[in-house]
């Protein structure tokens, strides 16, 4: 008896030292009227039940086309997606794209897309859309009604009716949102949520995604330009930079000791987080444009840190300590938090 407990406290444990979602190796390309190119490369991300996981970087960084390829979403076959994807542990390699979707999609991992038209089925209701996927206990419940109500539909009922091109590219956010929670599904993904709404909708939604993730124990990936936000609701983050992941960091660490100058300019250029430590305000000096990427470091024409050998070698991706990651050749050691 006492053996049955512990090996279920022990399954248990192993359940959270195993990721739910591992990608190895990530790379992708686009095909260009040049050939292709390369627009992520190399990337590793791990996602533990019930983490909140952030994926933060500048516009083009690569942040989306590496949640899209988790659900095999990129068009095909203009992209060319590489790499390993494990789910508990198990490669899922040698399923089917369509097996692959009719296992994952909604119903393991939820994805709420920053481009809404393309998710939405203009053909029919929202309430035909969201009928395909509703068992009959959620029906009877009226849990959708219910949903439509948090997420700020005064009238649900009216909405169930309509056709998304009827609806304001927030209150289509918000349909996703609902369609995606109404899953209980084991990992969602917001990829700039609340990008349509004004700021109090904005932080309401956040909330309700913060109160249902809890509730239902979800794991949750964050994508966001905004480092306030994913420093706010996330365990971890992974900073992107230029198609490469730059730097890992559990939140609270990244953000009071970022070591890629980077993340260190992400920091001290957020309005709300820095002036919070009295410190002035900066701004990363914009990127210069290139034909063809050149050798050294992505970041070299921009940093402040850089020094001779950043122009020619590319760093590696090091471990810092136990729990972080850092391509740097001169990352910074000292705290900000003073
Ligand atoms: N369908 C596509 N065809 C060709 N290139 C693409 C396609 N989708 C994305 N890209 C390119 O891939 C790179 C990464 O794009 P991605 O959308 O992942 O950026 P992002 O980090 O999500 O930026 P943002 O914060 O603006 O959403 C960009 O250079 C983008 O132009
Ligand atoms: S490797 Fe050099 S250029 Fe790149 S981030 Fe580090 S110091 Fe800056
Ligand atoms: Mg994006």
Redesign the pocket.
């Known amino acids: 008896m006492a053996q049955g407990i512990s090996k279920t406290t022990e399954d248990k444990k192993q359940e959270f030292l195993t990721p739910l979602l591992h990608l190895q190796n990530l790379k992708?390309a686009?095909?260009?009227e040049q050939g292709f190119?390369t627009?992520?490369n190399n990337a590793e991300v791990k996602i533990f039940p019930q983490q909140r996981v952030g994926?933060l970087?500048?516009?083009?960084?690569?942040?989306?086309?590496?949640?899209?390829s988790i659900l095999k979403l990129?068009?095909h076959p203009?992209?060319q997606v590489s790499g390993r994807f494990f789910w508990r542990g198990e490669d899922m390699e040698s399923l089917a794209t369509n097996d692959f979707r009719q296992l994952f999609r909604w119903k393991k991992i939820a994805f709420v897309f920053?481009e809404m038209g393309a998710a939405l089925n203009p053909v029919m209701t929202i309430g035909q859309q969201f009928d395909e996927i509703l068992t009959p206990e959620q029906k009877k419940n009226k849990e959708v009604e219910n949903l439509l109500q948090e997420c700020g539909f005064a009238d649900p009922k009216s909405v169930l009716t309509a056709y998304p091109h009827t609806l304001s590219g927030g209150m289509q956010q918000r349909i996703l949102l609902a369609l995606a929670l109404v899953h209980n599904p084991e990992l969602i993904i917001t990829?700039?949520p609340t990008s349509a709404l004004d700021s109090s909708l904005q932080q309401r939604m956040m909330q309700l995604i913060e109160n249902r993730v809890a509730k239902n124990k979800m794991a949750w990936l964050v994508?966001?330009?905004d480092l306030g936000l994913v420093g706010k609701y996330c365990d971890f983050i992974y900073v992107?930079y230029a198609?490469k992941i730059v730097e890992e960091a559990p939140a609270q660490e990244l953000l009071f000791h970022p070591h890629h100058p980077y993340s260190l300019g992400l920091l001290k250029s957020d309005v709300t987080l820095y002036t919070e430590k009295k410190q002035h305000l900066y701004s990363i000096p914009f990127p210069t444009e290139k034909k063809q990427p050149l050798p050294g470091c992505v970041f070299a024409d921009r940093c402040s840190y850089s020094q001779k050998i950043c122009f020619t070698l590319s760093p590696q991706y090091n471990s810092i300590g136990s729990n972080r990651k850092c391509a740097c050749h001169f990352p910074i050691l000292e705290s900000l938090a003073k």
């Open positions: 992708i686009f095909e260009t190119k627009v992520m994926f970087g500048e516009s083009g960084s690569g942040k989306s086309v590496s949640a899209l990129l068009p203009s992209a920053q990829d700039e994508i966001s330009h992107f198609g």
